[in-house]
T-cell receptor, first 113, second 110 residues
Framework: DTGVSQNPRHKITKRGQNVTFRCDPISEHNRLYWYRQTLGQGPEFLTYFQNEAQLEKSRLLSDRFSAERPKGSFSTLEIQRTEQGDSAMYLC???????????FGPGTRLTVT | RKEVEQDPGPFNVPEGATVAFNCTYSNSASQSFFWYRQDCRKEPKLLMSVYSSGNEDGRFTAQLNRASQYISLLIRDSKLSDSATYLCVAHSGGYQKVTFGTGTKLQVIP
């Protein structure tokens, strides 16, 4: 399967713990996005990478959130000191530079207890 | 006020009906617009792009009115398989920033 993959698919953690999610985009895609989606809402933009550079970051992204794409391929999203309000589906999407269509991964569902 | 607003629905329509969804956006700098479809517990997938001149793809027609900052999606001859949530999307900042609407849920009834 050459689509966008995300790991883990599900994560249950206790409040205050740190979690890290991984996204592997489609191999030739140099643009990568992270989103958060809660029930009944559309995906909420978190951050955008072009190759390894993080070019856009939502004001909604608190200091507890950090994302990296060190080699311009896979990306990680880390949440430190998780809170119950962080419970959501975290989606990753990628695209090529010449296209506008984003291809989404299946998401990582985070539950903070 | 949300940057992209949609009627969340649900819209319950019989098979064969025509249904229209509307979306408004507040950021006049938004450059490009799209409709995505999201099935229950699945990831969003692109349905179609939206142009001022209007575009049609089979039973689906999308339209953009920049003056009114309004986007529409028309589905003709609804099928059961059209049941999903339809997300309106606006891009700004050279496609770097992406804003999704809340989504409109469609249920096509036999």
């Amino acid at each position: 399967d050459t689509g966008v993959s995300q790991n883990p698919r599900h994560k249950i953690t206790k409040r205050g713990q740190n979690v890290t999610f991984r996204c592997d985009p489609i191999s030739e895609h140099n643009r990568l996005y992270w989103y958060r989606q809660t029930l009944g809402q559309g995906p909420e933009f978190l951050t955008y990478f072009q190759n390894e550079a993080q070019l856009e970051k939502s004001r909604l992204l608190s200091d507890r959130f950090s994302a990296e794409r060190p080699k311009g391929s896979f990306s990680t999203l880390e949440i430190q000191r998780t809170e119950q309000g962080d419970s959501a589906m975290y989606l990753c999407a990628s695209r090529t530079g010449g296209a506008t269509e984003q291809y989404f991964g299946p998401g990582t569902r985070l539950t903070v207890t | 006020r949300k940057e992209v607003e949609q009627d969340p629905g649900p819209f319950n329509v019989p098979e064969g009906a025509t249904v229209a969804f509307n979306c408004t956006y507040s950021n006049s700098a938004s450059q490009s617009f799209f409709w995505y479809r999201q099935d229950c517990r699945k990831e969003p997938k692109l349905l179609m792009s939206v142009y001022s001149s209007g575009n049609e793809d089979g039973r689906f027609t999308a339209q953009l009115n920049r003056a009114s900052q309004y986007i529409s999606l028309l589905i003709r001859d609804s099928k059961l398989s059209d049941s999903a949530t339809y997300l309106c999307v606006a891009h700004s900042g050279g496609y770097q920033k992406v804003t999704f609407g809340t989504g409109t849920k469609l249920q096509v009834i036999p």
